[in-house]
C-alpha cells in the first residue's frame, strides 16, 4: 500500500529537548516536504528536498533542520524547541514538485510546554 | 509567492444541500488541487485540475484560468462529508495553500 508514515504521531515536550519526526514514504517519490498546520493559518511550508541530499527553507525554516540522506526518509529535526513550534505537522511526497498526486503522512501533533 | 484565498471559512449546513466552496489565486497557475482534512487530521487529495471541470462522486471542481477561481461543489451533502476542504496552487517550490474551509453538514 502505498503511504507516507510518521512518527511519533502524539508527542510533548518541554523547551529545548531536542527532538525528531521521521518521515518515510514507501512510493520512490523524488519529492518530500513538511508543513506546519496552525489555526487560522493553514498549512506552510517548512523544507522541502527535490531528491537525495537537495534541501532547501520553505516558508517557515526558523527553528528546524531536516535531512534527505536516503529517498524514502526524510526526518524533521527540532535542535531547542520552543512553546512557539506546537503545532501539527505533516509530511508530504509526491513524484514531481507539483505532480497530480501529493501523499500527505497522517500527522504528528507537537505540543512543547 | 502566490496569495490564496478561500471562502467562506466556515460553513454548516444541512443534509441534502448543494455546497459551494471558493478558492481564489493572485498568481497565474496551470493548475489547482482541493484536499480534504478529515476530522481526525488526516489528509487526502481530491482533484487536481488545469481547465474546466472534474467530477468525482458526489464532488464536482471546476476552475477558470483566466479569472484565477476554482470552485468546489458537494451536491447532497451528506454528515460524512464534515471535514475541512482546502486549495492549493503551485509554485517552485511546492504548494501554497488556502487557509481552508470547515464544512459541517447536519443530518
Redesign the interface.
Same mark, same amino acid.
Given at each position: 500500500e502505498a503511504q507516507v508514515t510518521q512518527n511519533p504521531r502524539y508527542l510533548i515536550t518541554v523547551t529545548g529537548k531536542k527532538l525528531t519526526v521521521t518521515c518515510s514514504q514507501n512510493m520512490n517519490h523524488e519529492?518530500m516536504?513538511w508543513?506546519r498546520q496552525d489555526p487560522?493559518?493553514?498549512?506552510?511550508?517548512i523544507y +522541502?528536498s527535490m531528491n537525495v541530499e537537495v534541501t532547501?527553507k520553505?516558508?517557515v525554516p526558523e527553528g528546524y533542520k531536516v535531512s534527505r540522506k536516503e529517498k524514502r526518509n526524510f526526518p524533521l529535526i527540532l535542535e531547542s524547541p520552543s512553546p512557539n513550534q506546537t503545532s501539527?505537522y505533516?509530511c508530504?511526497s509526491s513524484s514531481g514538485?507539483?505532480s497530480?498526486?501529493? +501523499?500527505?503522512g497522517?500527522?504528528t501533533?507537537l505540543t512543547v510546554t | 509567492?502566490n496569495e490564496v484565498e478561500q471562502s467562506p471559512q466556515n460553513l454548516t449546513a444541512q443534509e441534502g444541500e448543494f455546497i459551494t466552496i471558493n478558492c481564489s489565486y493572485s498568481v497565474g497557475i496551470?493548475?489547482l488541487?482541493w484536499?480534504q482534512q478529515h476530522p481526525g487530521?488526516?489528509?487526502?487529495?481530491l482533484f487536481?485540475l488545469s481547465s474546466g471541470k472534474k467530477k468525482h462522486g458526489r464532488l464536482i471542481a471546476t476552475i477558470n484560468i483566466q479569472e484565477k477561481h476554482s470552485s468546489l461543489h458537494i451536491t447532497a451533502s451528506h454528515p460524512r462529508d464534515s471535514a475541512v476542504y482546502?486549495c492549493?496552487v503551485?509554485?517552485?517550490?511546492?504548494?501554497?495553500?488556502?487557509?481552508?474551509t470547515h464544512l459541517i453538514i447536519q443530518p
Open positions: 519529492y516536504s508543513y487560522g493559518l493553514g498549512l506552510r511550508q +522541502y532547501d520553505g516558508d501539527l505533516f508530504a514538485v507539483n497530480y498526486e501529493q +501523499y500527505f497522517p500527522g501533533r | 509567492k496551470s493548475a488541487h484536499l487530521g488526516g489528509i487526502v487529495s487536481m482546502i492549493a503551485p509554485g517552485a517550490d511546492g504548494l501554497t495553500f488556502g487557509k481552508g
